[in-house]
């Protein structure tokens, strides 16, 4: 079946604009996962949808990052007048529910801020 | 704070060179650990989950083992294509999310 799907691939942007990054889960995954991947350094969660529950948002890196995910499809990471270290690869990942625990990742954004 | 170390962070081997690479982990209530296999501009891909010590895992010629303090991805003769960079996280009971070692850069050379 079809897998965790995003866009776009690759974002190129201009210090100070603003971007939007999307994400389709694996169909029936109730779970979703937004991580960051910084050149060099590990994956860096950074916040998390389930069901109809309200996110905790305090993973996200400041107060320029928000996301949203409609019901248990779509989701959308949005980063406002962006800086040049939010350039990484923004990674989202699903999972059939909280307690199987196993994330199944997409194939990534990678943003670069000029 | 989870933390996860992986070690080496790079590792070169002949065609057919087993080895071994290492996942050392602090967590507070482990609900999971997780292998991940990720290749150069493309999301991780999953290996292998562990969920308690003495647990053991195959998968060709990956096998996952597990202990209170540390996992490893045991490779057995590997193949150039299981060139990557292999990936170790933890779910603990604290967290939504999983926390990731910077990962070990694997090259096998024909």
């Known amino acids: 079946g079809a897998g965790v799907s995003q866009s776009p691939s690759n974002k190129v942007t201009e210090k100070g604009k603003d971007v939007e990054l999307r994400c389709d889960p694996i169909?029936?995954?109730?779970?979703l996962y937004w991580y960051r991947q910084r050149l060099g350094q590990g994956l860096e969660f950074l916040i998390y949808?389930?069901?109809?529950?309200?996110?905790?948002k305090s993973g996200l890196p400041s107060d320029r990052f928000s996301a949203e995910r409609t019901g248990e499809s779509v989701s959308t990471l949005t980063i406002q007048r962006t800086q040049q270290e939010d350039s990484a690869v923004y990674l989202c990942?699903?999972?059939?529910?909280?307690?199987?625990?196993?994330?199944?990742f997409g194939p990534g954004t990678r943003l670069t801020v000029t | 704070e989870d933390q996860v170390t992986q070690s080496p962070e790079a590792l070169r081997l002949q065609e057919g060179e087993s080895s071994s690479l290492n996942c050392s982990y602090t967590?507070?209530?482990?609900?999971?650990l997780f292998w991940y296999r990720q290749d150069p501009g493309k999301g991780p891909e999953f290996l292998f989950t562990?969920?308690?010590a003495g647990e053991e895992k195959e998968k060709e010629r990956l096998k996952a083992t597990l202990t209170k303090k540390e996992s490893f991805l045991h490779i057995t003769a590997p193949k150039p294509e299981d060139s990557a960079t292999y990936l170790c996280?933890?779910?603990?009971?604290?967290?939504?999310?999983?926390?990731f070692g910077k990962g070990t850069h694997l090259i096998i050379q024909p």
């Open positions: 949808f389930q069901g109809n529950s309200a996110p905790d």
């Open positions: 990942a699903s999972s059939l529910y909280r307690g199987s625990y196993e994330q199944y």
């Open positions: 169909s029936g995954h109730t779970a």
């Open positions: 996280a933890v779910y603990g009971g604290g967290a939504d999310g999983l926390t």
């Open positions: 562990l969920y308690s």
């Open positions: 967590v507070s209530g482990l609900r999971g």
